[in-house]
């Protein structure tokens, strides 16, 4: 979705309304992931999870800063205000790689009935428990 709607922007930004209204998107949309994110990276962190948090959100603004960077001179002449964006678009389509990576390397198959857990990790093999349940106080 954040690919789609930052080409939308591109397409549509000489308008304020729509323009606003997909900048809106872009926020629900960008960053819905960022503590799905976390809380994954702490739960496979097993006895670290301060670590693995730590990491996790290096990681985001370390993206950040180098996204910053390659947006800021996409403000060139030949793509103009709208170049930021376009590069956002890239970037996250870049996203998909590893995702299509991820997805032909397993198969999709449903759990055994005999295994215990809940509807999430049966949609998600990847998603088994670890060592370490995540909770509240971690």
Same mark, same amino acid.
């Given at each position: 979705?954040?690919?789609?709607?930052?080409?939308? $922007?591109?397409?549509?930004? =000489?308008?304020?309304? *729509?323009?606003? $209204?997909?900048?809106?998107?872009?926020?629900?949309?960008?960053? %819905?992931?960022?503590?799905?994110? $976390?809380?994954?990276?702490?739960?496979?962190?097993?006895?670290?999870?301060?670590?693995?948090?730590?990491?996790?959100?290096?990681?985001?603004?370390? %993206?950040?800063?180098?996204?910053?960077?390659?947006?800021?001179?996409?403000?060139? *002449?030949?793509? %103009? *205000?709208? =170049?930021?964006?376009?590069?956002?678009?890239? $970037?996250?389509?870049?996203?998909?790689?590893?995702?299509?990576?991820?997805?032909?390397?397993?198969?999709?198959?449903?759990?055994?009935?005999?295994?215990? %857990?809940?509807?999430?990790?049966?949609?998600?093999?990847?998603?088994?428990?670890?060592?370490?349940?995540?909770?509240?106080?971690?």
């Amino acid at each position: 979705m954040t690919s789609v709607i930052l080409v939308a $922007i591109s397409l549509v930004s =000489g308008a304020a309304v *729509p323009t606003t $209204i997909l900048v809106v998107l872009l926020g629900l949309f960008g960053l %819905g992931a960022n503590p799905v994110l $976390i809380a994954l990276a702490v739960r496979y962190a097993d006895h670290a999870p301060t670590l693995g948090s730590s990491l996790a959100v290096a990681a985001f603004n370390f %993206g950040t800063a180098v996204s910053s960077w390659v947006g800021a001179l996409a403000l060139q *002449p030949s793509l %103009g *205000p709208v =170049g930021p964006v376009v590069v956002g678009a890239g $970037i996250s389509a870049l996203t998909l790689i590893p995702i299509v990576a991820l997805a032909r390397q397993r198969r999709w198959v449903a759990p055994p009935s005999s295994v215990e %857990g809940t509807a999430a990790e049966a949609a998600v093999p990847w998603a088994a428990p670890c060592a370490t349940p995540l909770t509240a106080a971690t």
